[in-house]
């Protein structure tokens, strides 16, 4: 059974930082793309970073994030990460690992929430 | 970057009747690959995204056969052809084909009348 489960979300302030990660189960990572998606409190899906698969060679970003999010990955680890610096307000959300590049399986989530 | 509209973005459902939901993009979705990169998944309340439908009409494993997808182009459908109670939720289409960055729909919230 696939499972991603999301950790590292909490309360930050204004121009901090976060590392989040997802651990991947049940598939063989190494061969997936995988993606990062946030849902802000009441909004929809917005799509933020998403990595290639074998090592990570090819990264992503939406523009709202680009120069201060950085995904990575770890195979030996089964582990997908997003190192969020310089966190805004806007950044507030629930943030979704999902596996591959179509997303065919989602973690829970952890919440992000940035305020002073 | 490529913007989804949906519509309606509420939609209320009669229990055994069909219900549908358009998706429409800001251009065509046709990849030079010829694939068209066109997902729907549905958010029930408190839960997290499932996917229902990869490549406009290909429904993932599990997914009730009464959920169906169509379209080409700009212009997709999510057809349910026959409403259940466990369909409340959120609806979204989302495109991969010019990318990044991908994008979603709004969304289309979908209750029981």
């Known amino acids: 059974e696939v499972q991603l489960l999301e950790s590292g979300g909490g309360l930050v302030q204004p121009g901090g930082s976060l590392r989040l990660s997802c651990a991947a189960s049940g598939f063989t990572f190494t061969t997936y793309a995988m993606n990062w998606v946030r849902q802000a409190p009441g909004k929809g899906l917005e799509w933020v970073s998403g990595i290639s698969g074998s090592g990570g060679s090819s990264t992503y970003y939406a523009d709202s994030v680009k120069g201060r999010f950085t995904v990575s990955r770890d195979d030996s680890k089964n582990t997908v990460y997003l190192q969020m610096n310089s966190l805004r307000a806007e950044d507030t959300a629930l943030y979704y690992c999902?596996?591959?590049?179509?997303?065919?399986?989602w973690g829970r989530g952890t919440t992000v929430t940035v305020s002073s | 970057d490529v913007v989804m509209t949906q519509s309606p973005l509420s939609l209320p459902a009669t229990l055994g009747q069909p219900a549908s939901i358009s998706c429409r993009s800001s251009q065509s979705l046709v990849h030079s690959d010829g694939n068209t990169y066109l997902n729907w998944f549905q958010q029930r309340p408190g839960q997290s995204p499932r996917r229902l439908i990869y490549k406009v009409s290909n429904r993932d494993s599990g997914v009730p056969d009464r959920f169906s997808g169509s379209g080409s182009g700009t212009d997709f459908t999510l057809k349910i052809s026959r409403v259940e109670a466990e369909d409340v939720g959120i609806y979204y289409c989302m495109q991969k084909t010019h990318w990044p960055p991908i994008t979603f729909g709004q969304g289309t919230r979908l209750e029981i009348k």
């Open positions: 999902g596996k591959g590049g179509w997303m065919d399986a």
